[in-house]
């Protein structure tokens, strides 16, 4: 179909694959599920509908691919259900996550007014730092050079010694 044909197609279908989808979920997933279809839909390269039969095998189509879009949906859903289930039964107050020393930097009080004073290429770095990154890999996620990052840690070092007024260490690679 090309776009004319699909638009006609997506203004036909997509109020009755709505309401279908609707009365077996919610609508924002309704919406979801539709959306994903009409996708799939056009992604198919289907030829235009040229026949009363024609059309309706194609729209016929379309809620089969609702159908399997929406049992996809469904079976995540329940594997994320059993998955939140089972880390709710296997966690308990002794197994919870321990605070960081970053977490306590970075949530509250005056650290962390002293860090909203430093520039945000410099809040990153000490971030990926002390989230235990070694160069390189912070090099990796702000998708520049090791040695554009050794610059920018030095500068950060440089500044966070200024804004704390004390000795920062050396970060290793």
């Given at each position: 179909?090309?776009?004319?044909?699909?638009?006609?197609?997506?203004?036909?279908?997509?109020?009755?694959?709505?309401?279908?989808?609707?009365?077996?979920?919610d609508?924002?997933?309704?919406?979801?599920?539709?959306?994903?279809t009409?996708?799939?839909?056009?992604?198919?390269?289907?030829?235009?509908?040229?026949?009363?039969?024609?059309?309706?095998?194609?729209?016929?189509?379309a809620?089969?691919?609702?159908?399997?879009?929406?049992?996809?949906?469904?079976?995540?859903?329940?594997?994320?259900?059993?998955?939140?289930?089972?880390?709710?039964?296997?966690?308990?107050?002794?197994?919870?996550?321990?605070?960081?020393?970053?977490?306590?930097?970075?949530?509250?009080?005056?650290?962390?007014?002293?860090?909203?004073?430093?520039?945000?290429?410099?809040?990153?770095?000490?971030a990926?730092?002390?989230?235990?990154?070694?160069?390189?890999?912070?090099?990796?996620?702000?998708?520049?050079?090791?040695?554009?990052?050794?610059?920018?840690?030095?500068?950060?070092?440089?500044?966070?010694?200024?804004?704390?007024?004390?000795?920062?260490?050396?970060?290793?690679?």
């Amino acid at each position: 179909m090309d776009s004319g044909d699909f638009t006609a197609f997506f203004r036909d279908v997509q109020p009755a694959l709505v309401r279908y989808v609707t009365r077996m979920s919610d609508p924002d997933t309704a919406q979801d599920v539709v959306s994903d279809t009409m996708a799939t839909m056009w992604g198919k390269d289907l030829p235009a509908p040229t026949t009363e039969i024609e059309w309706r095998q194609t729209r016929s189509l379309a809620y089969r691919v609702a159908e399997g879009h929406l049992r996809n949906r469904r079976r995540g859903d329940r594997r994320r259900d059993a998955l939140a289930q089972k880390i709710r039964l296997t966690t308990t107050p002794e197994s919870a996550v321990e605070p960081d020393l970053a977490d306590g930097v970075f949530t509250g009080g005056e650290a962390l007014d002293r860090l909203a004073a430093l520039r945000p290429t410099d809040r990153d770095v000490i971030a990926l730092v002390v989230d235990g990154f070694s160069l390189a890999e912070i090099a990796a996620i702000l998708d520049c050079s090791v040695a554009a990052v050794k610059m920018r840690a030095l500068r950060a070092r440089k500044n966070l010694r200024t804004v704390l007024g004390r000795e920062v260490h050396h970060v290793d690679e």
